[in-house]
C-alpha cells in the first residue's frame, strides 16, 4: 500500500527566507507525487506534480520540488517566502487505477510565515 | 469558469438525522472522490466514482453513502450511522490520466 509520510508539523520562516517541506513516499513502482496547498476553510490548489522525466519540476507560486528515488523523497521548495505563503502544504502519492489516479496524502504541514 | 461547487458552506446536523452534502462540476471530468479532512490527519477518502452509475468504497466509507445518477453530481449523504461525523468535507473531480485532483471548497458539518 502506498504511504506518504510529511515529519513536519508545523514550521515558521522569516519573510524573505527560503523554504523546504519535506515529504517522503512508499510506493513500490514509480510514484505519481503531488503537492497541494490549502488556505483555512479552503479547498485545496495544485501547485505541482511529478510523473517522469526531469527530477525537479516548477509549479505555480515560484515553488519547486525535486523527486530523489534514492530516498523516496519529494521535498518542496521556494527561494525567497511571502507572507501569503501561509497555508498549510500536502504531500501525496499516487497510483493508477483504471487510468485514473488514486491518491493518497499525507497529514500536512502548516507553513507560518513572521515578518 | 470550470470549478466544483460544494454546499452548503457550513451544516449543522443533530444526532440521530441524516444528512445530504452536495458537489457538482462543471468540467467534464469523469471521476469524482469524496474526502474527509480531521486536524493532523490529512485527508482520508471515503467514496469514489470513476463513471456515472459506478462508485467504490474509499477507506473510511462506514457511516456514508453516496450516488452517482449524473456526471456533474456526486451527493454525500452521512448517515446516523456514521459515529463521528462532525468534520470538513471535501469533493475533488479528475480526467483520466495524471493532471491531479481539482477540488471543491468544502463543506463544514457539525452535529449539535
Known amino acids: 500500500a502506498q504511504s506518504v509520510t510529511q515529519p513536519d508539523i508545523h514550521i515558521t520562516v522569516s519573510e524573505g527566507a527560503s523554504l523546504e517541506l519535506r515529504c517522503n513516499y512508499s510506493?513500490?513502482?514509480?510514484?505519481?507525487l503531488f503537492w497541494y496547498v490549502q488556505s483555512p476553510g479552503q479547498g485545496l490548489q495544485l501547485l505541482l506534480k511529478y510523473f517522469s522525466g526531469d527530477t525537479l519540476v516548477q509549479g505555480i507560486k515560484g515553488f519547486e520540488a525535486e523527486f530523489k528515488r534514492s530516498q523516496s523523497s519529494f521535498n518542496l521548495r521556494k527561494p525567497s517566502v511571502h507572507w501569503s505563503d501561509a497555508a498549510e502544504y500536502f504531500c501525496a502519492v499516487g497510483s493508477p487505477s483504471g487510468g485514473y489516479q488514486k491518491v493518497t496524502f499525507g497529514t500536512g504541514t502548516k507553513l507560518q510565515v513572521i515578518p | 469558469d470550470g470549478g466544483i461547487t460544494q454546499s452548503p458552506k457550513y451544516l449543522f446536523r443533530k444526532e440521530g438525522q441524516n444528512v445530504t452534502l452536495s458537489c457538482e462540476q462543471n468540467?467534464?471530468?469523469?471521476?469524482m472522490y469524496w474526502y474527509r479532512q480531521d486536524p493532523g490527519q490529512g485527508l482520508r477518502l471515503i467514496y469514489y466514482s470513476q463513471i456515472v452509475n459506478d462508485f467504490q468504497k474509499g477507506d473510511i466509507a462506514e457511516g456514508y453513502s453516496v450516488s452517482r445518477e449524473k456526471k456533474e453530481s456526486f451527493p454525500l449523504t452521512v448517515t446516523s450511522a456514521q459515529k463521528n461525523p462532525t468534520a470538513f468535507y471535501l469533493c475533488a473531480s479528475s480526467h483520466v490520466g495524471t493532471d491531479g485532483y481539482t477540488f471543491g471548497s468544502g463543506t463544514r458539518l457539525t452535529v449539535v
Open positions: 510506493y513500490g513502482a514509480t510514484p505519481y
Open positions: 468540467l467534464n471530468h469523469d471521476a
